[in-house]
């Protein structure tokens, strides 16, 4: 069956370092690959979409890469700030349907 | 602004009672879809709609029903609340299946 893993284990960083997450993904080849952040208590908030034949997406600060061979996108955020703290969630889309899976999310935490 | 509202963001019921949740969008959209989170489970899909009066089941549509009247609006029920539906419940819409879902702030809700 499909599976998308993220780390479920927070990761702490400190202030002005890159944060990198991993959204690993197995049994299906997406077409593309969504990230997003959320807040406690309040919905997803869409950050950035990466195409199967686009190996790296930037916006601002943050950089997403696409590797279809290793199965796997990463999630980088630069010059981390106390206010990147989140938790971003990584979603697949296959190609068909009107669908997303979601991962279960990263939990960052940018200390000062 | 785009924009996802849900009818509320705390709801208590009580167990067999039936309960609806509000969704409305007012980006035209013609996909919108209902979401349940749990600590450690993820997001995980209960029901989507892809046009006016047309709907799929999700991932976990056991317990619940959905109705699409109008483009703008999609609304989950619970027929019979049950404790175990107590959670966090997300709406969210998108253009297509493969565009970024925009989400609403969410609805808590606990059956006691």
């Known amino acids: 069956s499909q599976k998308i893993e993220q780390n479920s284990e927070a990761l702490n960083i400190q202030e002005g370092k890159t944060a990198t997450l991993t959204c690993n993904y197995t049994n299906y080849s997406p077409a593309y690959l969504q990230w997003y952040r959320q807040d406690p208590g309040r919905g997803p908030v869409f950050l950035l979409l990466i195409r199967e034949n686009e190996k790296e997406k930037r916006k601002e600060r943050l950089k997403v890469t696409f590797d279809t061979t290793l199965k796997q996108s990463l999630f980088h955020i630069t010059a981390s700030q106390p206010a990147d703290s989140a938790t971003y969630l990584c979603a697949p889309w296959s190609g068909g349907g009107n669908k997303l899976t979601f991962g279960t999310g990263t939990q960052l935490k940018v200390e000062l | 602004d785009v924009k996802v509202t849900q009818s509320s963001r705390y709801l208590v019921k009580r167990t067999g009672e039936k309960v609806f949740l509000e969704c409305v969008q007012d980006m035209d959209h013609e996909n919108m879809f209902w979401y349940r989170q749990d600590p450690g489970l993820g997001l995980r899909l209960i029901y989507f709609?892809?046009?006016?009066?047309?709907?799929e089941k999700g991932d976990i549509p056991e317990g619940y029903s959905v109705s699409r009247e109008k483009k703008e609006r999609f609304s989950l029920i619970l027929e019979s609340a049950s404790t175990n539906q107590t959670s966090m419940y997300l709406c969210a819409s998108s253009l297509t299946g493969r565009d970024e879902q925009y989400f609403g702030p969410g609805t808590r809700l606990t059956v006691t």
């Open positions: 709609s892809y046009d006016v009066k047309m709907k």
